[in-house]
């Protein structure tokens, strides 16, 4: 059997929202890279652990992808990670990065993909549920009925002309800069607002209106805003 | 127990793309409503007896969602529907809508969800794979990174302002119109195009450009759109 890479989403937090597939394909994989260096503190590898308990007796291999803003740097830490998984496959090895959420969306797996594919290997992603529907589901509200459109926003410097935009908006990761988001929806009229943190973890806390939402820094949060 | 109503989402084609939660929560179902009369065509249902066999001696509630443009006739149509499952929630039992996709995402368990929660009737939703995801992941590509947008747009009456966005652009169910998505697109630089079919089905099929896609209407297609 050949060797390749595989990126396997996750899900976000609750562990019974792997798939089966997920399940299946962690087994049968010979590494498992967790993104994060401190398994205690990688989300990814916790809630597979949960699932998975035999987990930890599989070959992990940790590793970090950094967050810096030189884009240099980050280029330079995805080729290296990116080589020493190369190494394993072509010995012959199925190589698993489990992510957070889906391997499509905003995930560091596509990063070293996109290497692995230029250079002929063969790669493979399994979907995972993604924290767009897991906050919706958990709020119990629905992102978009109809021809609702959805806006995905991963950054606030973007929010200004996203707020616009017709339908409904996600806003990802918005915790640490919270304050600022609810400055600028103050003024906003005809949108409902939800928030949600640790969504699917012990430490979930929901809130349904920008009053509720506090201000202090939350680093997992995501928000909803649905036009009236 | 309580009765109450639950919304489940199994993914759009490939049955193990089902998650843990979900297969436990159709297990523990009194009722499966299923969005089809037909359950032979009933994709939702066809997926779930794949992964839970048992499903066939469970009690099953085939409904149809009436496709029609007349929001009367549409609104009627839920109400009844619900004022049926109402019934037998207010009996005590659990009863399940499995959805395509994910229920927070466009679907027709929501108008049920909505009314129910107006009646004070409890209700919950189990997230599913969406065809955002499973979409791209067949395809083998990543929708966003890092700072990328996503926007969503179900109808493709909204496409010449949606195609002027920043980012990804995913165009759900064009197969009907494709011709006419295909035109505008033609004039358009700087877009890798990918669209697929019977994402996860047998009848799967993969297009990794404009001209790949075929004029032909194709009832489920999703179409992908990524700015080089």
């Known amino acids: 059997m050949n060797g390749r890479i595989c990126g396997i989403g996750v899900g976000i937090g609750d562990p019974e929202d ?11 994989s010979d590494v498992l890279v967790c993104p994060k260096e401190d398994l205690g503190e990688c989300r990814a ?15 992990i291999m940790p590793v970090e992808f950094e967050m810096t803003k030189d884009e240099n740097k980050r280029i330079h ?6 080589e020493t998984v190369k190494k394993l496959v072509l010995e012959g090895k199925i190589v698993s990065f489990i992510t957070i959420g889906d391997p499509a969306l905003y995930s560091t ?29 958990r709020l119990g509200i629905s992102l978009c009925e109809g021809r609702e459109q959805l806006h995905v926003i991963p950054t606030i410097d973007d929010i200004d002309d996203a707020l616009d935009l017709p339908g409904t908006k996600v806003i990802m990761k918005c915790g640490k800069r919270i304050k ?7 003024s906003k009229v005809g949108i409902d607002v939800y928030a ?21 820094e939350i680093y997992m949060m995501t928000m909803i805003l649905k036009s009236r």
């Not at 792997?18 to 049968?28: F, G, N, S, W, Y």
């Not at 590898?45 to 070959?59: N, S, T, W």
């Not at 600022?180 to 103050?186: A, D, N």
């Open 18 to 28: 792997i798939t089966l597939k997920a399940v299946k394909m962690i087994k049968e």
């Open 45 to 59: 590898y916790q809630i597979v652990k949960q699932v998975i308990p035999e987990v930890e007796d599989m070959d």
């Open 77 to 82: 830490n995805h080729r290296r990670i990116y």
């Open 109 to 137: 797996y596509s990063y070293v993909s996109d290497l692995a594919r230029k250079d002929g290997i063969e790669t493979h992603s399994i979907s995972g549920i993604t924290s767009l529907t897991a906050c919706a589901n």
């Open 180 to 186: 600022t988001v609810k400055e600028k929806l103050r």
């Open 196 to 216: 949600i943190s640790g969504c699917g973890t012990s430490n979930e806390r929901c809130f349904r209106s920008l009053e509720e939402i506090p201000e202090d």
